[in-house]
Nanobody
């Protein structure tokens, strides 16, 4: 099942970017990112059933994940951007239960988007 991301682009340090992901019927949705030469890392997740969110320490307090449109889609609002936030950002989703919907999970998500580039300079 395809997830469709949008909203990437370039921003200055300290600026903001908002990413969107359109999906349908998943219990858990999240954002991951991968910078050149680095491993993919979890950024934020949200349980569509409970609204519970989790964030990587590196973005906590700067990024906000939220649902919209009857919980079939989500945003990632990224504020106070830093050059180290530069990466390809991927939307992911599947039907894991709320207790497992966390960026700390070792279980790969089943569905992924094609990615959207965010560049901070």
């Amino acid at each position: 099942v395809q997830l469709v991301e949008s909203g990437g682009g370039s921003a200055l340090a300290g600026g903001s970017v908002r990413l969107s992901c359109v999906a349908s019927g998943y219990m858990c949705m999240g954002w991951f990112r991968q910078a050149p030469g680095k491993e993919r890392e979890g950024v934020a997740t949200i349980s569509t059933r409970t609204g519970r969110t989790s964030y990587a320490d590196s973005v906590n307090g700067r990024f906000t994940i939220s649902q919209y449109n009857t919980k079939n889609s989500m945003y990632l609002q990224m504020n106070t951007l830093k050059p180290e936030d530069t990466a390809m950002y991927y939307c992911a989703a599947d039907s894991r239960p709320p207790f497992a919907c966390t960026v700390l999970t070792d279980v790969p998500f089943q569905n992924w988007g094609q990615g959207t580039q965010v560049t901070v300079s």
